[in-house]
Structure formats: structure tokens, C-alpha cells
């Protein structure tokens, strides 16, 4: 099912095709003999391109500076208050959010391995999937105003522990009120969240995914739903425990390494989606822009692809990724981005039109997309 029309698909791909420098050593879908399926976006397949807000209406970075672009959220990341006011915006199509199982068997919502705060004379941290349910829910903001409360805090990039505070507050909350109270026409990317500094034994795995199933089976009704994980084995698992909702596999498309191999490229996460019988990949931005050519095997195999990362607050970058044939972005900057990718599709890519924040441009020529694709990259570096 396309997410554009037939002509600027195939302009998106032959341009994309420029940046190729060799034909790809990886399975075909053709090849593989893969059937072919939809995209996990049935219900918005007439946008241009879908957009996700991250954690909601975006993240939270504590300690970033009054007014920052990114990471300053006003509303508390992951909350049903960050939820319903990404789901008042039209053009947004889903939320992403973070999930993990508590030690008494419940999913909830809360993106850290650890929660912070302050004990008595020191910061009291504690694994989230170490908590029981009642344990976790008495941090932060209570529903109830008689129950006490402990304080948020959170640790921050550099070592720092402060006081986890947003402008508006609301307190945590479980993957079964989630689909019980935020707006069922908005689409749900459930990250199944895994500590990378854990060995998990298979059965570990399977109780935690069947315990967020078992919610998702009960609630979800119509609701476009779709899973991702970075960890490959609970991704090929949620594969095999149901067939009802596509499973895309999370990369950071190379620009970190990993012990584990197939976390190491984007070449390696469009492997395991083939190995794997997944639907899609979502890769952080930068490692889709420093391997465009691997957009065209991801289209060749029948893949969603989906970005994330701090490049997708920036309109223009989106944009590029539009032309590129990405299919969807996860944003912090919900209503500014959304607003963008809502006019991408309403002019032809052979035409002049409304472009980025609705100034009009002449639509690239394919050596134009060419030369830009592979300057991209060189500019990602230098970033970096």
C-alpha cells in the first residue's frame, strides 16, 4: 500500500537509486521469495509521510536550557498528558512510546532502566523491571492527592543527577490506561524496551512480551498498532508469538557500535529483517543519510522505514528523507514538524510548489538529489 502517489514513488526511488555506488550483496524480497504485505499504516495511507511524536509530544532532556529546540518538552514525557496533546494534532499519524514489564507482571510506560530519587542523604536508584506495580506508580505527580509522593529524578548526559522538572506534570501510568484513554484514531509504536547491559535467557524474554500481548490483544480494538525493539531476539520472538501487528527492528543505522553484530549497520538491521521475517526498520536519521543506497534495498525488500533522532526536528532534513522515500519520522518537535510533512505531498516532485514550512522552490532535478545525497553524509561527519 503506498504512502504517496504512483509518480512520486518512483521519482523518490530513481532519485534515491543515484546515490547507489554498487548494486547490494543482501537477499531481495523477489529473491527470498517474500509475500508481499502492507505497510503497518493502513489508516493514513494517503499522506505524504507519516509522523510519529516522540514519547509523545517529545522528549524530556533535564538540565537542557530554558527554550531549547530539542529535548524541552513542556509536558512530561510518556504520560497521558504528552499523549493526548499529540493525538489533538491531526497530521500526527502515531506515538512512539516505551514499555517494559514490572517484577509483578505489569507493562508500563517509562523510557530509563532506572529510576532516581532522593533518599535520605542520597539518590535512591532503583531498575524499573525490579518494581512492582504500586512501587513504581508512587513516583512522580499521584492521581490520588493523599498518597505521597516520591520525587523524580533523573540522571543526565553527563553524570549529573538533577530534579526531573517540566513545566506541566503528570504522573506515570500503565500500557492498559494508555490504550483505554488516549484517542483511538491515533496509531501506537510500542517500543519494547531491554537493557543492553543484560543477558536475558529466552524465557525471560517471552514472559515479558507475553505480558504486554496480553494487554495489547485485550485493548487495542482498531487501533494501528505496531511493535520495535532494539533487541533482536525480542523482535524475532514478537514476530513468532503473533501474527495481528507488524514488528520493524531499531538500528542506530552505525553511528554507535555494539557487541552484538547485527546492531552494528543499517545493512545489518535490513539482515535481520530478512533473517527475521520483520516488517521494517526504524534507524536513527544520521544512518539512513550516511547510507542513502540502503533506502532502495529497504524498498527492494519490502520494508517500512521509518527514522528517528535529533535531525528529524529539523525540517529541512525531513524533507530530504521525504524525496529519499522514507516512510515515516518520529519527532520531538510534534507541531512544528508535523505542519511541515502535512505540505510535502500537496505538489508534485516535478513541479514547483509548497515546500518546506510552505516556502515555494523548484523541485530538485535528479542531478540535484544526487550531488545532494552524497554531500549529505560529509556534512553528517563534520557534525559529529
Not at 530534579?163 to 483511538?184: A, G, I, K, M, Y
Not at 524533507?319 to 500537496?346: P, T, W
Amino acid at each position: 500500500m503506498a504512502l504517496r502517489g504512483l509518480a512520486a514513488t518512483r521519482a523518490a526511488v530513481g532519485l534515491c537509486r543515484i546515490a547507489a555506488s554498487a548494486s547490494s550483496s543482501l537477499p531481495s524480497a523477489a529473491a527470498g521469495g517474500r509475500r508481499e504485505r502492507e505497510l503497518p499504516f493502513a489508516l493514513v495511507a494517503e499522506r505524504a509521510m507519516v509522523v510519529g511524536g516522540h514519547r509523545g509530544m517529545g522528549m524530556n532532556a533535564v538540565g537542557a536550557p530554558p527554550g531549547a529546540p530539542v529535548g524541552a518538552a513542556r509536558e512530561r514525557e510518556n504520560t497521558l498528558l504528552s499523549f493526548g496533546r499529540a493525538a489533538a494534532h491531526a497530521a500526527v499519524a502515531f506515538i512512539e512510546f516505551d514499555v517494559q514489564v514490572t517484577k509483578d507482571g505489569c507493562p508500563i510506560i517509562f523510557h530509563d532502566d532506572f529510576i532516581l530519587t532522593q533518599g535520605i542523604g542520597a539518590v535512591c536508584e532503583r531498575r524499573v523491571t525490579d518494581l512492582l506495580l504500586e512501587d513504581f506508580l508512587s513516583y512522580g505527580t499521584q492521581k490520588e492527592p493523599h498518597k505521597i509522593s516520591k520525587p523524580l529524578l533523573r540522571r543526565a548526559g553527563d553524570g549529573r543527577v538533577l530534579n526531573w522538572s517540566t513545566e506541566e506534570d503528570d504522573s506515570l501510568c500503565t500500557l492498559q490506561e494508555v490504550f483505554q484513554r488516549v484517542s483511538p484514531r491515533l496509531g501506537f509504536n510500542i517500543e519494547l524496551k531491554f537493557d543492553d547491559s543484560i543477558m536475558y535467557h529466552s524465557k525471560d524474554l517471552e514472559c515479558a512480551l507475553n505480558a504486554v500481548l496480553q494487554v495489547v490483544f485485550q485493548y487495542a480494538r482498531n487501533r494501528p498498532v505496531f511493535f520495535s525493539s532494539f533487541h533482536p531476539d525480542a523482535a524475532q520472538m514478537m514476530r513468532e508469538l503473533q501474527s495481528s501487528y507488524p514488528v520493524l527492528f531499531l538500528t542506530e543505522g552505525g553511528t554507535s557500535k555494539h557487541h552484538d553484530s547485527r546492531r552494528n549497520s543499517l545493512d545489518d538491521a535490513i539482515r535481520v529483517c530478512l533473517e527475521y521475517d520483520l516488517h521494517g526498520i526504524v534507524s536513527e536519521v544520521r544512518g539512513v543519510l550516511k547510507n542513502p543506497s540502503a533506502v532502495v534495498r529497504a524498498q527492494e525488500s519490502n520494508l517500512t522505514l521509518l527514522t528517528y533522532g535529533q535531525l528529524n526536528n529539523v525540517s529541512e532534513a525531513v524533507y530530504i528523507q521525504y524525496l529519499m522515500g522514507v516512510h515515516g519520522v518520529i519527532v520531538d518537535r510534534v507541531e512544528e514538524i508535523s505542519n511541515a510533512v502535512a505540505g510535502f505531498g500537496k505538489s508534485d516532485l516535478g513541479q514547483s510548489g509548497g515546500g518546506v514550512d510552505g516556502a515555494k522552490h523548484q523541485a530538485f532535478s535528479q542531478q540535484q538529489l544526487g550531488f545532494l545525497l552524497r554531500l549529505i553524509p560529509e556534512l553528517i561527519e563534520q557534525r559529529n
